[in-house]
């Protein structure tokens, strides 16, 4: 049994004070709350006595009731011309636009990041909804002569029809926006499953979906811990692909069950990402792309920057110069303005990068520096870290920390740096600073990454372009760019006899 909340929709979360009603599933157009005590109670990251709300988590029955109604409102999606899909997203992408400083808040609220990256995530969740809009226009397969002079051979592409994007906590609006719109715009109906600890951006996003068109139940959000209801999802026989991004270990176990299934799966998983500094780099360029994919959004992406490997003879050089600026960042709540690096997004989050930090001084990194945190209520707080003398075969150099933790190798030579680049189970993303073409061309090359950058961090990337990793890394096809669409549908390859 459901009940519909009793909030409205339409109901701001723009500040702690509105945050009444903050969470909910989204289904077939509308908030939905099951009956029941909430298991799902979030408290605020950067207060932790306060809670920000709490609802019961999706049951069994419930993914199967919402599986149904997201395949009975396929038919109708699908059939819709894809331009003028292509409209709804372009009028979700105005609205996102028009509700930006909300959206930016409720991020930084829940999730507990700084505005800053908050603004930069709402942003980027504009930018792919827009991008997408436009491949609405460009939707199909192409053409092709035939072996027969009186053929005429071609493909398209179809939607699957239901579809579930599974999303973690530390990009609420992005992540689910960038799974969301390449679906929508192929013509599937999705289920997204976001993380349990940051629901509210995902319902919002469905709202706004909603108002700007979609029809209800294309699009719904249901919020369920990893078990029995999460797996119900996977195995429910409408499910015909799914697209996941989270830990390496979660995307193997659902690469596996889906397989089992027969059904498609795109998965984007763990990093440990590395910063190459080369003789020549310009220290001030590197040290600053550095501190930001260090500490940036506290750490926690998929992209920061948990490794430096540098050219021992500039290594005390970028050292100082990454210690002096990474004192100057502010720890603190996310919705302050000053603040640079917000809280952990949870007390778990927190402790498992604080025993990271223990690790690393057990293996012997150098500890040579740790920021002091200033007067905070309590929550989920994270110092930003410093490891030198970094061993590649050490824990810290090769395992994904997740939180505000740089650890710097120094290596002899330009080879051994793409070497130790290399040196770990992943191969995300990586960046190199220098003058010199040769060695650009050669980190180009040689670094196993999905993602390379030269002269910048190691973060993210623009929504055009395809994004995801090789190695343990990534499962299936990237996500983004105009290949994102490929996935959320089968070809089919026609002969037209006209003989
Ligand atoms: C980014 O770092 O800009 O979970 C995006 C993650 C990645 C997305 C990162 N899938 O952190």
Redesign the pocket.
Known sequence: MVATAKDPASESASSSNSIKGLYAHFIGGRRVLPDGPPDLVRENPSASAEILGGMRSADIELVKSTVRIAAEAWPAWRNTAAPSRGKVLLEAARLMDSYREEFARLISLEEGKALKDSRAEVQ?SINITEFMSGEGRRFGGYTSGSESATKFAFTTRQPLGVVACVT?W??PL??PAWKIAPALIAGNSVILKPASSTPASAVRLAEIFLEAGLPAGVLNVLAARGGPAAEALLDAEEVQAVSL??HTSTGLKVAARCAGRGIPVQA?LG?KNAAIVLADADLDLACAGIVDGAFG?TG?????TSRTIVVESVADQLLDRVVSRARQLTVGPGVDEATDVGPAVTADQRDSVLRYLEVGREEGAENVYTAQLGTLPEGHWLAPTVFDRVQPSMRVAREEIFGPVLSVIRVPDNEAAFQAANAVEYG??ASVYTRDVRAIFQFVDKVDVGIAHVNQPT???EVHLP?GGVKSSGIGPH?QGREAVDFFTRVKTVYINYG
Do not use: K, V, Y
Request: proline residues 4%.
């Open positions: 980027r973690p530390n990009f992005a992540i991004t989270g984007e990093g959004s926690q992406r998929c992209t920061a995300l993303a973060l993210g990337g994004f996500e």
